[in-house]
């Protein structure tokens, strides 16, 4: 569950960031210009969200990869590459651990490809 809970928050602060920074520009020279490119603002707010999507979907791929482990029955070919690439990294959740190491190795597969790169190996 604590992943879960994890991943909503992250989420939610992806939301917060996802507000456009547009609405916040302040007039400057004394009004005489009342717009303020908040560009850069925008592109930081933008590395924040794809680093939180990233860790998103570490979340998703653990927890996928736990439920994959409980079934008897074997993945679909793509998938059991996917989880055999995850499984090099990150073992099976037998007892109550930190998954803080578990998030960081998972995210660095989605945010390397790997885990896409398995899947859709032909």
């Known amino acids: 569950m604590m992943a879960q809970v994890t991943a909503a928050s992250l989420v939610s602060e992806a939301k917060?960031?996802?507000h456009p920074k547009?609405?916040?520009?302040?007039?400057?020279s004394?009004?005489?210009?009342d717009h303020v490119s908040m560009g850069m603002t925008s592109a930081r707010a933008?590395?924040?969200?794809a680093r939180?999507?990233?860790?998103?979907?570490a979340i998703e791929a653990l927890v996928a990869g736990q439920g994959l482990s409980l079934r008897s029955?074997?993945?679909?070919?793509?998938?059991g590459r996917a989880l055999a690439v995850l499984r090099a990294?990150?073992?099976?959740l037998d007892d109550d651990r930190v998954l803080s190491t578990d998030i960081a190795a998972a995210a660095g597969l989605v945010g390397s490809g790997a885990l896409l790169a398995a899947a859709d190996a032909r």
Do not use: M
Request: no cysteine; charged share 15%.
């Open 46 to 49: 933008l590395a924040e969200v």
């Open 22 to 28: 547009s609405v916040d520009t302040i007039p400057t």
């Open 16 to 18: 917060a960031l996802a």
């Open 73 to 79: 029955e074997a993945p679909g070919v793509g998938v």
């Open 30 to 33: 004394a009004d005489r210009e």
């Open 52 to 57: 939180i999507a990233t860790q998103v979907l």
């Open 89 to 92: 990294v990150v073992p099976p």
